[in-house]
């Protein structure tokens, strides 16, 4: 019996207001439809094809059996802390202390709801791309920030631009949160316009977050770590982790690296609420680091390989797509069919048991664009382009 | 390129020309040129596909790791023996090892019966051969880089944003 039939009013709303703005994933119901469906090959997925690859996993499961299985300090084992900041400064050159300047998280998912939940105070606005990954600008309304869109278009290969970013730079503004390679679009920022970012960030003073879970699946291109850019250290907050480079998605292990004064806060939030980041996940980051690297290397080729098919594929059967270098998303745009991408996912599904993600689902700029993954098997992105092929050949206007 | 074509090749012999030359960033072409090449090189031995024959009833194999210990040959070492052992049918893999012996042969049999009859009447008479130990193998785990029972790995979530 709800409280209006028993006569009731409840003193408070069941649900918070903070929770009740989030957008609530426009995907539930192709989700849900997606669920009830046999034989549907998904190009929805957002995760590596591959296992973690065993000697990695072995070295966790080793622990658990010698009863490793108590909490770690707060801010991460400090073997794992100086692995990291190690391996941070012989890939970029970055220094961080492993005592005070790295925070082993839950996978950069936890990294990002702490920076957001460190650094902002109610109203304040950080500056996104449209389109964005999900998460941003839940994370920044649950911390009580607003979230500003910059566009973003395939016409300048998905990068944001500095000048488009000062131009929504209000009093409120505390921070510019930038995720590249990009989840949903696969572009990736060349190094001058993200010194252009820096020169406006450091004109405004306002601290950037680089969201860069993707750096180690670049494709002809070398990343470039925000953090290694001169002068921005001392504003930046960057979030790394385990799960895309390594396979070590449903681990939960990421990193967070920032000046001391923001890993302190960001490690009292964490302390609060996680106590921890899981241990055999971080033992087995340490074994990542240690030895991981030539599985990283051979995992990054064969998704190279499996992109230039589904780039080339996807462009034959008539939607044209830009060329991703990084990530393991291909974005192509759906408009010669006339429909949105939301429809045009649906009955796609529908018809031809294909699933994608409407690109509309990542913000207004990822209208007429879906999303494919192609961390699967060359047969189901030959199968899926084929029974797509169909579909557009059926509504192409 | 004939690395990654090979690298290409060795996972999935079924991968089509054209597919090769999209993921290696050349023509079909070139890919069939190169192909031809390592063919003729000796490079691509063969192209292969692996069956698990066990999973047949009544088509099981039975398998046996055997050590010979030889007399090397002057001059010619241990290769003109190994290379007359190579030709029988039943040898499929064929080494020379450092240790107690010096040849370990894979040899696959329809029956236990087979093997020994291959041991003994064929192996053993070679010149040169000095004593053979024979195991039969109880249980394949994993071969030629597959998982023989239980491989088949972990469904993903069908959507994740």
């Known amino acids: 019996m709800s409280a209006k039939e028993s006569g009731h009013t409840p003193k408070y709303k069941l649900i918070s207001d903070r929770t009740n703005a989030l957008s609530p994933s426009g995907i539930r119901k192709f989700f849900d439809l997606l669920q009830s469906m046999e034989g549907v090959i998904s190009l929805g997925v957002g995760e590596p094809d591959y296992a973690t690859p065993w000697h990695i996993s072995e070295a966790a499961v080793k622990s658990l059996e010698r009863g490793y299985t108590m909490y770690t300090s707060n801010s991460g084992i400090i073997e794992l802390r100086e692995l990291t900041c190690k391996y941070l400064q012989e890939k970029y050159g970055i220094d961080y202390a492993s005592n005070g300047e790295i925070l082993m998280t839950v996978g950069v998912s936890e990294a990002l709801d702490l920076a957001m939940r460190a650094i902002l105070n109610p109203g304040d606005e950080v500056i996104m791309t449209d389109p964005h990954y999900v998460a941003y600008d839940a994370c920044v309304i649950l911390a009580g920030g607003k979230p500003v869109m910059v566009s973003t278009s395939e016409k300048h290969g998905f990068e944001v631009d500095a000048k488009d970013i000062e131009k929504k730079i209000t009093k409120k503004t505390r921070a510019i949160l930038i995720g590249y390679p990009s989840n949903p679009t696969g572009a990736v920022m060349e190094k001058q316009k993200l010194l252009d970012i820096a020169e406006v960030a450091r004109k405004h003073d306002l601290t950037v977050i680089s969201d860069e879970i993707y750096a180690r699946l670049t494709y002809g291109m070398e990343h470039t770590c925000y953090a290694s850019l001169p002068g921005v250290k001392d504003n930046t907050i960057l979030l790394g982790g385990f799960s895309k480079a390594y396979a070590m998605t449903g681990w939960r292990i990421g990193y967070a690296v920032a000046p001391k004064e923001i890993i302190a806060a960001m490690t009292k939030i964490h302390q609060y609420t996680i106590m921890s980041a899981p241990t055999p996940a971080q033992v087995a980051a340490i074994e990542a680091l240690k030895t991981g690297e030539p599985d990283v290397v051979e995992m990054v080729e064969d998704y190279n390989r499996r992109r230039k098919i589904i780039v080339k594929g996807l462009t034959d059967i008539g939607l044209p797509c830009f060329e991703p270098k990084g990530a393991f998303y291909a974005f192509p745009s759906i408009t010669c069919t006339g429909m949105n991408s939301e429809t045009f996912s649906e009955t796609l599904l529908q018809e031809e048991k294909v699933a994608v993600v409407p690109g509309s689902a990542f913000g207004q700029c990822g209208e007429g664009y879906i999303r494919c993954c192609y961390a699967t098997s060359l047969a189901d992105i030959e199968e899926a382009l084929k029974r797509i092929g169909r579909f557009v050949k059926k509504y192409r206007k | ?161």
């Open chain 2, 1 to 161: 390129m004939l690395k990654d074509i090979l690298k290409i090749l060795e996972n999935d012999p079924r991968t089509t020309e054209k597919q090769i030359a999209t993921m290696v960033g050349v023509s079909a072409a070139e890919v069939t040129k190169a192909i031809k090449q390592a063919e003729k090189d000796r490079i691509i031995l063969k192209y292969k596909t692996v069956v698990n024959w066990d999973r047949l009833e009544g088509d099981e194999q039975v398998w046996a790791l055997i050590e010979v210990r030889v007399k090397p040959e002057p001059e010619v070492g241990f290769d003109s023996i190994a290379g007359r052992i190579a030709l029988f049918q039943q040898v499929r893999s064929l080494f020379l090892a450092s240790g107690t012996y010096d040849l370990l042969l894979v040899v696959v049999g329809k029956s236990e019966h087979k093997v020994a009859d291959f041991v003994s009447q064929n192996l053993a008479h070679i010149e040169g051969v000095q004593g053979t130990v024979t195991h039969f193998v109880l249980k394949r785990y994993k071969d030629d880089g597959e998982i023989l029972e239980g491989g088949e790995g972990v469904k993903r979530q069908p959507m994740i944003l």
